[in-house]
């Protein structure tokens, strides 16, 4: 259980004053000191996450989404951009972990599957965060690697073994789409944690990781995916171009009304501090999602230092029905989304 002021003391310590970050290469998006500017705008952003459109196997459906999403007039859209396995699935997967040898699928039920994502939202003109590897256990996620290489998932930021794959897997994915448009940022995890570590075992990782995805492609950003508890050490990162922080008071146990405008304000002075934006990129309730998440985004969008925004999570029909609804999912045409999307949207081009 994470108390409010415990969470909050995370932001408290090593907010330190940096330069401007360093600009990307003209066309693809870029941090313009504590803003992102996309296809030469600079301004607030909306967007939303899905975890599912990766694995889609109807590139209909890849195109109904990203459709629905860009004329909904959000921007960034968060993908998983990995799909580990121990041993082979007749379903997509992207990479099999073996000690005996581990391999990259490109073929059509692997990397493909990727390929038909990031061409329609080069289509319809979407960015996407593209995320390497999964904390948690869905989809393979680090402890794939720990089946594979041994070890436990504390150890797994440095069990070489392990740390080799992964940067072969990240080559990989960014070799493939490190000229494309429609890549806003490379992401190195979602929600990284390291129960029982010394603190500075995610920032070592994060910044040679960081480096390294740098040295494949300098002309896209990178972030690091976390929830945001030691965002003021990880801004002092010269190779993540931004922050990230997520929101989930319920699996928090927090109050979700005072607690998060706090939390949206702390992350927001973090980044003003370190010159980078920070991006609200997670965040969901699974009652009253207007009610509790609309005053959210307000916040978001009156507070200096965050950039933009992503709800947890984008919904929509597809040929094979309703995509998975955990609690969280906004459906496109809903009421939810009036109110989460539409209006939030026109808020922000009304400069509200």
Request: aromatic share 12%; glycine share 10%; hydrophobic share 40%.
């Amino acid at each position: 259980m994470l108390a409010s002021s415990v969470l909050l003391a995370t932001l408290a310590a090593g907010l330190v004053s940096a330069g401007p970050t360093p600009r990307q290469a003209s066309g693809f998006p870029s941090a313009s000191g504590t803003q992102f500017t996309i296809d030469g705008e600079t301004k607030y952003f909306a967007g939303s996450n899905s975890y599912w459109i990766s694995f889609l196997t109807n590139d209909a459906d890849v195109d109904l989404v990203m459709n629905n999403f860009a004329s909904s007039g959000l921007k960034i859209f968060r993908i998983w951009g990995f799909n580990d396995v121990n041993a082979e699935s007749g379903g997509v997967w992207y990479q099999l972990l073996s000690a005996s040898g581990s391999r990259i699928n490109t073929g059509a039920n692997g990397l493909q599957r990727l390929d038909a994502v990031v061409a329609a939202a080069e289509k319809h003109g979407v960015k996407l965060i593209i995320n390497f590897v999964n904390y948690w256990d869905d989809y393979g996620g680090m402890n794939a690697y720990v089946k594979a290489f041994g070890g436990d998932k504390a150890g797994w930021y440095t069990n070489e073994k392990a740390q080799a794959q992964y940067r072969a897997y990240i080559e990989a994915v960014v070799g493939r789409y490190k000229d494309s448009s429609a890549v806003f940022a490379w992401e190195l995890a979602n929600e990284p944690r390291c129960q029982g570590c010394e603190t500075g075992v995610i920032y070592d990782w994060a910044k040679a990781t960081s480096a390294f995805v740098k040295s494949l492609d300098p002309n896209h950003m990178v972030t690091l995916g976390d929830e945001g508890f030691g965002i003021a050490g990880n801004l002092e990162i010269e190779t993540l171009d931004f922050g990230t922080f997520h929101m989930y008071p319920e699996s928090w146990s927090v109050d979700s009304t005072n607690f998060p405008i706090d939390w949206i304000k702390a992350h927001g002075a973090a980044c003003v501090a370190a010159g980078k934006p920070c991006l609200f990129e997670e965040y969901g309730m699974t009652t009253d999602h207007c009610g509790i998440e609309a005053p959210w985004q307000a916040a978001a969008r009156a507070t200096e230092g965050v950039a933009a925004d992503q709800f947890w999570q984008w919904g929509d029909q597809l040929s094979t029905g309703q995509t998975h609804n955990d609690g969280h999912t906004i459906y496109f045409g809903s009421a939810d989304f009036k109110c989460l999307v539409t209006d939030h949207v026109a808020a922000i081009e009304s400069g509200n």
